[in-house]
């Protein structure tokens, strides 16, 4: 199953982690962390045998500092399991003893056990990352008691601050409810890919800020051309700014046309040119500001604007400078987005992809599309302009776009 989702994230551009720990592999560090954290005054055994140990909160006054909760608040709440030998209800298990007969244990100090919840997290971090590091990530639903523990117990052995920064993403949302997969309403990046292209799915996932709640809305089209099929329009929008971002960098590589010389700067293009000299820059400073990922989006929409007015000037005006202006935009817009992991493939892989893709979903036949184009540009050469744009309404119909170019008619396939 885990094999399935790595593959499900490297295809919408996530890179391969440094390391992928498990805590079946860790014990002999979790063990260690324990035996620390005893030693330091902040942890006891306890339990039938003493094969448990627990976490003394109150040994541990700066708990509650991640989730601005007061202790006495949480105590008001706290239940303890009859089973349980904690010294307070607060207390939470750092390792949990099991029969020495179990099917499923591992070797410790305390005798057959396992790992607690939150402990397996510190040591494999600490392993890792340091007892110290930047980034912490994570869900807003784990920040307590899970990530509220995990300082505790790694504080009260190494000293502050565990984790400089937390990163607590917002949940999921199907048709303005939590997805959950109790509710039946959790979609699948499967579900989506079924439809979309991966990279849309990446686009529309770095549209909200990672803090927000992330809506999916899901309909049913029927309109004769997807007759039942699951749409998710958010992503759709999104495919179709992915669009835009390739076909601008397609028509500014063509207006560049190789060009080598010329200067860049070009007095009618004069704003278009400062936004191009500033956007990749921009981009990184709104990802500075806690990750702003919509803001970076945003600016690389002007950044695509400008790309395009640049080149359809150069392609008018045949001007070496626009010329050489549009080459230094295209180059611009691909390292703009390649930090975002967008423009992540070849032009041709992805017009052929997503023409692929939507001429499956539609049922429609390459070579017929063809024929037709075909058909239409001889009815144009011989100026039966009647037959020329029926047929080009024919197409419209089944969602395919024509455009008139001096090579010949080019079509693609709407989203």
């Given at each position: 199953m885990w094999r399935a989702a790595e593959q499900d994230l490297f295809t919408i551009g996530c890179k391969q982690p440094d390391h992928e720990p498990r805590v079946s592999t860790h014990?002999?560090?979790?063990?260690?962390?324990?035996?620390?954290?005893?030693?330091?005054?902040?942890?006891?055994?306890?339990?039938?045998?003493?094969?448990?140990?627990?976490?003394?909160?109150r040994s541990f006054p700066p708990y509650g500092k991640l989730s601005h909760r007061n202790i006495d608040d949480l105590l008001a709440g706290a239940r303890v399991d009859p089973s349980e030998k904690k010294r307070d209800p607060l207390d939470f298990a750092l390792w949990k003893g099991c029969a020495d007969d179990a099917d499923f244990g591992f070797d410790s100090p305390w005798g057959k056990g396992r790992p607690g919840w939150h402990i397996e997290c510190s040591a494999m971090a600490a392993k890792y990352l340091g007892h110290h590091f930047d980034i912490h990530c994570g869900g807003m639903d784990l920040i307590f008691p899970h990530h509220e523990n995990e300082v505790?117990?790694?504080?009260?052995?190494?000293?502050?601050?565990?984790?400089?920064?937390?990163?607590?993403?917002?949940?999921?949302?199907?048709?303005?409810?939590?997805?959950?997969?109790?509710?039946?309403?959790?979609?699948?990046?499967?579900?989506?890919?079924?439809?979309?292209?991966?990279?849309?799915?990446?686009?529309?996932?770095?549209?909200?800020?990672?803090?927000?709640?992330?809506?999916?809305?899901?309909?049913?089209?029927?309109?004769?051309?997807?007759?039942?099929?699951?749409?998710?329009?958010?992503?759709?929008?999104?495919?179709?700014?992915?669009?835009?971002?390739?076909?601008?960098l397609e028509t500014a590589r063509r207006a560049a046309g190789g060009a080598t010389s010329g200067s860049p700067n070009v007095p009618a293009l004069k704003a278009q040119a400062k936004v191009v000299a500033e956007a990749r820059e921009?981009?990184?400073?709104?990802?500075?500001?806690?990750?702003?990922?919509?803001?970076?989006?945003?600016?690389?929409?002007?950044?695509?604007?400008?790309?395009?007015?640049?080149?359809?000037?150069?392609?008018?005006?045949?001007?070496?400078?626009?010329?050489?202006?549009?080459?230094?935009?295209?180059?611009?817009?691909?390292?703009?987005?390649?930090?975002?992991?967008?423009?992540a493939s070849p032009l041709e892989t992805f017009f052929a992809r997503t023409r692929a893709q939507r001429l499956a979903i539609r049922k429609l036949d390459a070579a017929a599309i063809d024929a037709k184009v075909r058909e239409r540009d001889a009815a144009r050469a011989s100026k039966d302009f009647a037959r020329a744009d029926a047929i080009r309404a024919e197409l419209t119909a089944l969602g395919i776009d024509v455009s008139d170019a001096e090579s010949g008619s080019q079509w693609r396939v709407r989203i």
């Amino acid at each position: 199953m885990w094999r399935a989702a790595e593959q499900d994230l490297f295809t919408i551009g996530c890179k391969q982690p440094d390391h992928e720990p498990r805590v079946s592999t860790h014990i002999p560090e979790i063990v260690a962390l324990v035996l620390a954290i005893i030693d330091a005054g902040h942890a006891y055994v306890a339990g039938e045998g003493n094969k448990d140990v627990y976490f003394d909160v109150r040994s541990f006054p700066p708990y509650g500092k991640l989730s601005h909760r007061n202790i006495d608040d949480l105590l008001a709440g706290a239940r303890v399991d009859p089973s349980e030998k904690k010294r307070d209800p607060l207390d939470f298990a750092l390792w949990k003893g099991c029969a020495d007969d179990a099917d499923f244990g591992f070797d410790s100090p305390w005798g057959k056990g396992r790992p607690g919840w939150h402990i397996e997290c510190s040591a494999m971090a600490a392993k890792y990352l340091g007892h110290h590091f930047d980034i912490h990530c994570g869900g807003m639903d784990l920040i307590f008691p899970h990530h509220e523990n995990e300082v505790a117990q790694s504080e009260s052995v190494w000293g502050p601050d565990f984790a400089r920064y937390w990163l607590h993403n917002g949940f999921v949302n199907v048709d303005n409810e939590k997805m959950s997969k109790s509710l039946g309403n959790f979609v699948t990046i499967q579900d989506v890919l079924v439809r979309n292209d991966a990279e849309a799915l990446r686009y529309f996932l770095l549209g909200t800020h990672y803090r927000g709640p992330l809506g999916f809305d899901i309909t049913k089209r029927d309109d004769g051309l997807i007759s039942g099929r699951v749409v998710f329009p958010g992503v759709d929008e999104a495919e179709r700014r992915v669009d835009y971002l390739y076909t601008t960098l397609e028509t500014a590589r063509r207006a560049a046309g190789g060009a080598t010389s010329g200067s860049p700067n070009v007095p009618a293009l004069k704003a278009q040119a400062k936004v191009v000299a500033e956007a990749r820059e921009g981009m990184l400073v709104a990802l500075d500001k806690d990750l702003n990922t919509p803001q970076a989006l945003a600016i690389v929409a002007d950044l695509a604007k400008a790309t395009n007015e640049i080149a359809t000037l150069a392609i008018k005006k045949k001007d070496e400078g626009a010329r050489a202006l549009a080459g230094l935009a295209a180059d611009t817009l691909v390292a703009t987005c390649d930090v975002l992991g967008l423009l992540a493939s070849p032009l041709e892989t992805f017009f052929a992809r997503t023409r692929a893709q939507r001429l499956a979903i539609r049922k429609l036949d390459a070579a017929a599309i063809d024929a037709k184009v075909r058909e239409r540009d001889a009815a144009r050469a011989s100026k039966d302009f009647a037959r020329a744009d029926a047929i080009r309404a024919e197409l419209t119909a089944l969602g395919i776009d024509v455009s008139d170019a001096e090579s010949g008619s080019q079509w693609r396939v709407r989203i």
